[in-house]
């Protein structure tokens, strides 16, 4: 399984595509403005698609997508998203681009956002966590779309006991680093 954010480009996508037998990407954003401001890409939407169809286009190669007798995936695709609070024009269109490029894979609508301080601070959309009417919006629409597989979230997915503090409290640091102390 490889865990991506779906911003690779469709040559790296294929230098992987016997090693890979479940990718697991995500798909931030449809608008690339959206992707320059949140994330300083402009061009997340048109790399995450070219990503996304040389995914598809390598599981195909190999023969498409495998179930086992235990019903879990051994291979294929399962997209993620994470709605962003004020965004949910996005999360549509997101959900619509996974459908017209790859059609009915597996899909994960988070709910998870978490604001840190300096976004609370910020003030906005982005201070606030998702509301339950903008989630069950983007997973009527995936309905509607005709997902036929998909996770979501239930409440308790948003809380600061989440988010690391990203100051590498509690990172252990290398066995070398650690095996060279006196």
Known sequence: MYNTSGYELPEAVHELGDLIDIWLTDFKYANAALGAALSRVSNYPAVALGALRQMHGEISRRGGVRYGLDGLMQQGIIVRHLVLPGHVDDSLRVLDLIWETVGDVPISVMNQYTPNALM????GDL????????????????????????????????????TPAF???GVLRSAAIR???P
């Open 167 to 169: 100051d590498t409290t």
């Open 127 to 162: 201070a606030r966590a998702v509301t339950d009417e903008e989630y069950e919006q983007v997973l009527d629409h995936a309905d509607d779309l005709g997902f036929t597989q998909m996770f979501w979230q239930e409440g308790g997915a948003v809380d600061e006991s989440f």
């Open 179 to 181: 095996d060279a102390r």
């Open 120 to 123: 609370r601070g910020a003030g």
